[in-house]
T-cell receptor, first 112, second 112 residues
Framework: DAGVTQSPTHLIKTRGQQVTLRCSPK?????VSWYQQALGQGPQFIFQ???????QRGNFPDRFSGHQFPNYSSELNVNALLLGDSALYLC???????????FGSGTRLTVV | ELKVEQNPLFLSMQEGKNYTIYCNCS?????LYWYRQDPGKSLESLFV?????AVKQEGRLMASLDTKARLSTLHITAAVHDLSATYFC????????????FGKGTSLLVTP
């Protein structure tokens, strides 16, 4: 049984560009959350998707947007990339309100 | 806003010694989590603690949550090198949409 799958694993982008990160949740999970982890810091909550809608959002600008598809997979889009967006982006899946979060291996984004 | 403080942030300890990592929350939470992260890797779930003061143990690690659900400890018994990693505590709450709020992490190095 596959856990959470994220792609790509690594990505290098130039300032001002746009990026899309992808996440397939663990089988049976219906909720996907995205987190940003800067080097040496704890993960910061970006947003959470359930039933294809954003139901909760952290303190991130509108440049960060997302989507959830009918098969529960999700995308994270970041527009107008800044150097400060360089981080490990983690996807976590769960059942809505459940305590069993499963994290993916993450996507390492470097903005140059 | 849920705030999570961990201490110490860095810990170097000898093999065979005991030590405790502390996690303090600004308000009561529904659930408290302990995760382990190895360098460049994702988050591995260690414990989930509910607000009823439960204590859980797995191998050399024991986690507890006080009855006021604001202070958790992760106790390490007879440390071994394989425990070297960064440990995060995180909390969530229903009225914040079950978004995980993480501490800054405790970087643990176990030396011979």
């Amino acid at each position: 049984d596959a856990g959470v799958t994220q792609s790509p694993t690594h990505l290098i982008k130039t300032r001002g560009q746009q990026v899309t990160l992808r996440c397939s949740p663990k089988s049976g999970h219906d909720t996907v959350s995205w987190y940003q982890q800067a080097l040496g810091q704890g993960p910061q909550f970006i947003f959470q998707y359930y039933e294809e809608e954003e139901r909760q959002r952290g303190n991130f600008p509108d440049r960060f947007s997302g989507h959830q598809f009918p098969n529960y997979s999700s995308e994270l889009n970041v527009n107008a990339l800044l150097l400060g967006d360089s981080a490990l982006y983690l996807c976590a899946s769960s059942l809505l309100g459940g305590s069993g979060y499963t994290f993916g291996s993450g996507t390492r984004l470097t903005v140059v | 806003e849920l705030k999570v403080e961990q201490n110490p942030l860095f810990l170097s300890m000898q093999e065979g010694k005991n030590y405790t990592i502390y996690c303090n929350c600004s308000t009561t939470s529904d659930r408290l989590y302990w995760y382990r992260q190895d360098p460049g890797k994702s988050l591995e779930s260690l414990f989930v603690l509910l607000s009823n003061g439960a204590v859980k143990q797995e191998g050399r690690l024991m986690a507890s949550l006080d009855t006021k659900a604001r202070l958790s400890t992760l106790h390490i018994t007879a440390a071994v090198h394989d425990l070297s990693a960064t440990y995060f505590c995180a909390v969530d709450k229903s009225n914040s949409g079950y978004a995980l709020n993480f501490g800054k992490g405790t970087s643990l190095l176990v030396t011979p």
